[in-house]
């Protein structure tokens, strides 16, 4: 970083002085660079910078050679359609400062990839530009990338079992594998809406800080739950310090995000603490030559913030009265701009921001002896931690925010047991009326639990059942009994539906889609079930939703991977960003004697 910091204030002085390192005196066509007239400008710079004249120096001859060789890349990229690509490769695989490929843009990703391999001995690899994955079956050009693109590999597999082949390509496939996994498990779960009987199929229900649902539109739940359950899973990842696994499950969060309307991304904070996560990986990976993308996230996780906790945190502290568990958020976001600043060479800004960043970490940084008072009162480590920064190092304070807190979550699982139990008495209501229990279960959830209008829904159900019975051929005719049975509905459904329209078909499948395609009457014979409990057991067919054993051990991998705490992505122990502090103020303290 120190390099690159270097580089940026020469930059900016060769701006200034509009010099041209690229061209004579400092460089002559198949001579190389004069060494005298380069030797007296590192001088003069060198004490313009307060830096050795050697750094100075290197740092001049590497800004030539980069400016020279992209000057070069341009005139072949004109003449020929071969265009030169800055490859971000990880610190074990680098062979110099700058590595280098030239390709043609209208080629796969895939064939990019296996050059790599050949040059730089990676195998398992994505390609990332601008914090997304290349695929790997499409053309460069189709996927944004050009001239003097920026991009970013990452390994897929660990470089010390490239020897043993077996074992790699195990790792690969299991990883692949994972991913598929989590994403068909969240998949499952944001199909279910909770018309199911939830005694024995679990599903997602997004609510508010309070534990209320909030009502989405299907196609913005399905990607919200999808890309909150990458996120959780990348988050897991971080904490195991797998940050290449990481970044990819983040990605893949960050493109189902996209799915979701703005409206509710701004009044949420999970997209902003999203990007913050995800260059956070870039930090770990060592990957912050990529600062465009990094800048451009770390701004809208800023501005995100801003919108969802307010400009003074006021939203925030009306929501949670109180906002010091926030704080980490943006002691994290601080921490990160500065860094970019450094890498830039905007030590002003970099000093600007740091100087937050250790106001924020003086009061975040908790007493370990208070930590430890609440632990004995049998609190866990985690509610310690954030009930002192919630009540700002007040021991007396946190004890009984921590005791309130916990309060208020058993009361919302204790309202959520009876939720479920009256829900499940309900449906058993419905069924000993004769009804399916899986017919029950979505009239509840078209009524919105209220039973009477289930028990209405049902019998309309039934009517137009009845009616189909007596009068078929008519308004339900084949005809249009055929069109309905084309987009997907039963055919006695369809005739009842059609019954019910007066034959209108484009109405009757509304009324259909209304009632998840669910028009049954009432058993003719008693009903087969045992008398239901909560724990009995459905003889009714599956439904759609809940069907194999295969898709319940996947709902219940990805369930594990779903934090218990509301809160637990602002439990950080800040050991990461103290020991990033620490790096920031030693670069930092170079220049610092001539600004004082």
Known sequence: MAEQNTEAKLKNLLKQEKIQLWNPPYTVEDEGLEPQHVQELAERFAALLFLPVSEVGGALESIRVQTVKRSKGNQTY?????????????????????NYLETRLDVCVQEVVDRIDQEFGLRHIKLILNGRTLSPHERLDEQGVKNHSKVMVLKVSDAELKQLMSEEEQRRNQQSENLQRTQKGFQILSERDGSEDSSNVPFLEIADQKGNPLKIPHRERKALILAMGFHEKGRSLMKRKQYDDALCHLLQADQQFSVCGSALLSSVDNFSVLQLDIVWCYRALEALACLEDGRSRLQQ??????????????????????????????????????????????????????????????????????????????????????????????????????????????????????????????????????????????????????????????????????????SRGGVASPEKVEQLLYLGFERDASEAALTLMDGDVQSAAQFLLDNQGVLSPPSSSPSTEEPSTSSSTSTEEPSTSSSTIEDEELVSEVLEDLSRHEEDYLDLTLEEESELINTMKTFLSRGAAHTM
């Open 78 to 98: 004109r003449e020929t359609n071969v265009a030169t690509l800055e490859l971000l490769l990880p610190r074990s695989s680098r062979k110099s400062k700058k």
């Open 301 to 470: 996780a800023e501005d995100g913030f801003l919108r969802c906790y307010g400009a003074r945190q006021e939203r925030l502290l009306m929501i949670k009265g109180n906002t010091g568990r926030e704080e980490v958020l943006f002691l994290r976001l601080y921490l990160l701009q500065s860094l970019l600043s450094y890498i830039e060479g905007n030590d002003i800004q970099a000093r600007h921001q740091l100087t937050k960043v250790e106001s924020l970490f003086s009061h975040l940084c908790l007493d370990s002896e208070k930590m430890a008072q609440l632990m004995a009162l049998g609190f866990s480590e985690r509610e310690a931690r954030l009930g002192l920064r919630a009540c700002q190092g007040d021991l007396p304070e946190a004890a009984i925010h921590i005791s309130t807190r916990r309060q208020e979550r058993e009361e919302l699982k204790q309202r959520e047991r009876q939720k479920r139990s009256r829900r499940t008495e309900d449906i058993s209501a419905l069924a000993e009326l004769g009804y399916s229990r899986r017919d029950a279960a979505r009239a509840l959830h078209r009524a919105d639990g209220d039973v009477n209008k289930a028990c209405e829904i049902l019998q309309d159900a039934s009517q137009a059942a009845q009616a189909t019975n007596d």
